[in-house]
């Protein structure tokens, strides 16, 4: 097969290219995007469509922060560094721990960066109002991303559905209300699922390079999220079939490039400023050891992290405590290998919510998650499940690629079961989760508008009328 000579749409139906240009036809026509759940819609429509929707979405954000969280500044977490960390680059202080001086990489820093970057043309300013709608803003934008991917995945229809869902479900505005990595994590998970779209359905250089930008951007969130290097960069430029397989190669090259590219920067930083290699954070010694201690392999905090259980011995520099933190978890572990096939079933578990739902409900109020709003998010990502099964189910018939939605949930299953289990761990998944869902209640709404209302009866039978004749 020559290079460039293209095969058959990313959807599978060996449609000729021309194909996925053509205008708006009847339902499961061909667009732009692909075959279309629920029919075309006009481009202008759909883009007022998913504006209104993103407005909606932003109103949603604001009111959370202005009325819930703005005032939320009582308890000690994680939020503490991303915000200390990020007044400090405002004020010229390059990642320094919170309330001492010594260098700092306990997190990955792009949240920190964003954090710095919109405070310093404002300066710093007692509370965290300013931040916190900061992160309603990006909230905002994972909003108007998954209807992009909706769109580029099933159709317009499907778009603003999982556009609507995102603007609404607890899940998606919780983490805007708290100076966390889950609401850049998911910015970025989305923006990397468009990009495996496009990949696969354009392969070009340019779209492998912002690929694997994103990619390496998600890693400087949450450093566990490298892993979505090997399992969705690399086999998205491998799948992209049009082209030679040497040209495939090729494109991910391209993207582990950028990865490393966007990585350099920092990793360089860390490896000449501390005295243990270090490379994304220094927080992997904490995450381990909290999560492999007594109370972590038994008893009603199974699976959990634990705070108590992060006495390490004393060390005066973060990758030395790192290390012997990791030493110590790593020895725990081993001496308890019996153990960790339940623990790790329990740390996946409370991840899905399929363990002590409710348990970690009332733990996740002390990582700034208010109880009756994550109380709400549960039912709804309970409502949301099965939806997403007929999804996959749906896709899958229409010849519709999605493995790309489900490697997500593999990923964040392997750290869960490595690390700890917690729902915001589960934070980019629910990207993944809205679009899933979309397909079967665009197809409940179609087939309600049909029998119930009877939308669209009319224009069939007078075609039908016209085909027969007297």
Same mark, same amino acid.
């Given at each position: 097969?020559?290079?460039?000579?293209?095969?058959?749409?990313?959807?599978?139906?060996?449609?000729?290219?021309?194909?996925?240009?053509?205008?708006?036809?009847?339902?499961?026509?061909?667009?732009?995007?692909?075959?279309?759940?629920? !029919?075309?819609?006009?481009?202008?429509?759909?883009?007022?469509?998913?504006?209104?929707?993103?407005?909606?979405?932003l109103g949603v954000r604001v009111a959370y922060?202005?009325?819930?969280?703005?005032?939320?500044?009582?308890?000690?977490?994680?939020?503490? #560094?991303?915000?200390?960390? !990020?007044?400090?680059?405002?004020?010229?202080?390059?990642?320094?721990?919170?309330?001492?001086?010594?260098?700092?990489?306990?997190?990955?820093?792009?949240?920190?960066?964003?954090?710095?970057?919109?405070?310093?043309?404002?300066?710093?300013?007692?509370?965290?109002?300013?931040?916190?709608?900061?992160?309603?803003?990006?909230?905002?934008?994972?909003?108007?991303? /998954?209807?992009?991917?909706?769109?580029?995945?099933?159709?317009?229809?499907?778009?603003?559905?999982?556009? !609507?869902?995102?603007?609404?479900?607890?899940?998606?505005?919780?983490?805007?209300?708290?100076?966390?990595?889950?609401?850049?994590?998911?910015?970025?998970?989305?923006?990397?699922?468009?990009?495996? /779209? +496009?990949?696969?359905?354009?392969?070009? #250089?340019?779209?492998?390079?912002?690929?694997?930008?994103?990619c390496g951007a998600e890693a400087l969130v949450?450093?566990?999220?490298?892993?979505?290097?090997?399992?969705? %960069?690399?086999?998205?430029?491998?799948?992209?079939?049009? =082209?030679?397989?040497?040209?495939?190669?090729?494109?991910?090259?391209?993207?582990? %490039?950028? /990865?490393?590219?966007?990585?350099?920067?920092?990793?360089?930083?860390?490896?000449?400023?501390?005295?243990?290699?270090?490379?994304?954070?220094?927080?992997?010694?904490?995450?381990?050891?909290?999560?492999?201690?007594?109370?972590?392999?038994?008893?009603?905090?199974?699976?959990? #992290?634990?705070?108590?259980? /992060?006495?390490?011995?004393?060390?005066?520099?973060?990758?030395?405590?790192?290390?012997?933190?990791?030493?110590?978890?790593?020895?725990?572990?081993?001496?308890?290998?019996?153990? %960790?096939?339940?623990?790790?079933?329990?740390?996946?578990?409370?991840?899905?919510?399929?363990?002590?739902?409710?348990?970690?409900?009332?733990v996740d109020v002390n990582e700034g998650r208010?109880?009756?709003?994550?109380?709400?998010?549960?039912?709804?990502?309970?409502?949301?499940?099965?939806?997403?099964?007929?999804?996959?189910?749906?896709?899958?018939?229409?010849?519709?690629?999605? #493995?790309?939605?489900? =490697?997500?949930?593999?990923?964040?299953?392997?750290?869960?079961?490595?690390?700890?289990?917690?729902? +915001?761990?589960?934070?980019?998944?629910?990207?993944? %989760?809205?679009?899933?869902?979309?397909?079967?209640?665009?197809?409940?709404?179609?087939?309600?508008?049909?029998?119930?209302?009877?939308?669209?009866?009319?224009? +069939?039978?007078?075609?039908?009328?016209?085909?027969?004749?007297?």
């Amino acid at each position: 097969m020559s290079e460039g000579a293209p095969t058959s749409t990313v959807d599978g139906t060996g449609a000729p290219p021309a194909a996925v240009d053509a205008p708006p036809g009847p339902e499961g026509a061909p667009t732009r995007d692909g075959p279309a759940i629920g !029919g075309p819609m006009r481009p202008r429509r759909f883009a007022v469509a998913l504006a209104l929707i993103t407005l909606v979405g932003l109103g949603v954000r604001v009111a959370y922060v202005l009325v819930v969280t703005i005032k939320e500044n009582s308890r000690v977490y994680d939020a503490l #560094w991303y915000g200390v960390t !990020g007044n400090g680059l405002a004020q010229g202080q390059f990642f320094r721990e919170p309330f001492g001086t010594a260098p700092t990489a306990a997190h990955p820093p792009l949240t920190s960066l964003i954090i710095g970057a919109v405070t310093l043309p404002f300066g710093v300013h007692p509370g965290s109002g300013l931040q916190r709608l900061t992160m309603a803003v990006l909230g905002t934008g994972v909003v108007l991303c /998954v209807g992009l991917l909706g769109r580029a995945v099933a159709g317009p229809w499907v778009g603003l559905v999982a556009a !609507g869902l995102a603007a609404l479900a607890p899940n998606f505005w919780i983490p805007n209300g708290i100076l966390m990595s889950e609401t850049p994590a998911m910015l970025l998970m989305a923006l990397i699922l468009l990009g495996v /779209v +496009r990949l696969l359905r354009s392969p070009t #250089w340019v779209i492998a390079a912002l690929l694997g930008a994103a990619c390496g951007a998600e890693a400087l969130v949450r450093a566990e999220l490298i892993l979505f290097v090997p399992t969705l %960069l690399v086999p998205a430029a491998l799948a992209a079939r049009q =082209v030679a397989l040497r040209r495939r190669f090729g494109l991910a090259a391209v993207g582990v %490039l950028a /990865v490393l590219v966007v990585l350099a920067p920092w990793v360089g930083r860390n490896l000449a400023t501390f005295k243990d290699p270090t490379y994304i954070s220094t927080g992997d010694g904490l995450a381990l050891l909290g999560a492999n201690c007594p109370a972590a392999y038994s008893g009603p905090g199974l699976g959990e #992290w634990h705070l108590a259980c /992060v006495a390490s011995p004393n060390a005066n520099e973060e990758s030395v405590k790192s290390s012997l933190d990791q030493h110590a978890a790593i020895q725990f572990a081993e001496h308890n290998a019996g153990r %960790l096939p339940v623990v790790m079933l329990a740390r996946i578990g409370r991840l899905w919510d399929l363990w002590e739902p409710f348990q970690m409900v009332n733990v996740d109020v002390n990582e700034g998650r208010p109880k009756p709003a994550a109380r709400a998010g549960l039912f709804v990502y309970y409502a949301l499940v099965p939806l997403a099964l007929a999804g996959v189910v749906i896709l899958r018939r229409r010849g519709l690629r999605q #493995w790309f939605l489900l =490697v997500p949930a593999g990923v964040l299953t392997v750290v869960a079961a490595l690390f700890y289990g917690t729902v +915001r761990f589960r934070a980019p998944f629910e990207v993944c %989760l809205v679009v899933l869902a979309a397909p079967a209640l665009v197809l409940v709404a179609r087939w309600l508008g049909r029998t119930v209302l009877g939308i669209g009866r009319t224009g +069939r039978h007078a075609a039908g009328a016209q085909a027969t004749g007297p």
